[in-house]
Antibody, heavy 123, light 112 residues
């Protein structure tokens, strides 16, 4: 079965960098895009960007451009989201999500989600 | 960015009754390929979101047929024909037509 397993909670100081991992299994890793979405406490969802595990190409939300980097390791089937220059308002649960299909009709629908990684940014 | 507006914010329902959630976008979500890039997700308390409806009206695998999605362009509706206790949570619509992908603010469904 398809699984996306994320690391647990982290506490970071303002100005630090964060790396969240998303280890996948149960499907062909290079066939499905992985998106990153975050949810601030008690808030809705914010899309951060997407990576194509096949070639590593990425598209980032302009809001995070310059601060976010998404990479993948095909040998371990793991996707990483790196966010730098952390601020208190980066406190959120960060989710990775795999798309429904590799086709145009499904590459922006999130069928499988990780369990989320809670990141707290505080001095 | 495409702005997604959901209503109502909160929806108390009696088990067995129907419920309806509206989602409107400030731009059409109809792609030239004929698909409306509008999905519905449910986030149950303490859980990751789960996909209910994709491309406006297609139920995801395993989703009960009590759930249905309709609409086109910029006006969409999620209907639950007979609400059950297990349906409580926050429902979100999300547009996938253009980046950044954007979500509605959510509708909290609770049992009366």
């Amino acid at each position: 079965q398809v699984q996306l397993v994320q690391a647990g909670a982290e506490v970071k100081k303002p100005g630090a960098s964060l790396v969240v991992s998303c280890k996948t299994s149960g499907y062909t890793f290079t066939s499905y895009f992985i998106h990153w979405v975050r949810q601030a406490p008690g808030q809705g969802f914010e899309w951060m960007g997407v990576i194509n595990p096949s070639g590593g190409s990425t598209v980032y939300s302009q809001k995070f451009q310059g601060r976010v980097t998404m990479t993948r390791d095909t040998s371990t089937r793991t996707v990483y989201m790196d966010l730098s220059s952390l601020r208190s308002d980066d406190t959120a649960v960060y989710y990775c999500a795999r798309v429904r299909s590799g086709e145009v009709s499904g590459y922006r629908t999130f069928l499988y989600w990780g369990q989320g990684s809670l990141v707290s940014v505080s001095s | 960015d495409v702005v997604m507006t959901q209503s109502p914010l909160s929806l108390p329902v009696t088990p067995g009754e129907a419920a309806s959630i509206s989602c409107r976008s400030n731009q059409s979500l109809l792609h030239t390929n004929g698909y409306n890039y509008l999905d519905w997700y449910l986030q149950k308390p303490g859980q990751s979101p789960q996909l209910l409806i994709y491309l406006g009206s297609n139920r995801a695998s395993g989703v009960p047929d009590r759930f249905s999605g309709s609409g086109s362009g910029s006006d969409f509706t999620l209907k639950i024909s007979r609400v059950e206790a297990d349906d409580v949570g926050v429902y979100y619509c999300m547009q996938g037509l253009q980046t950044p992908l954007t979500f509605g603010g959510g509708t909290k469904v609770e049992i009366k």
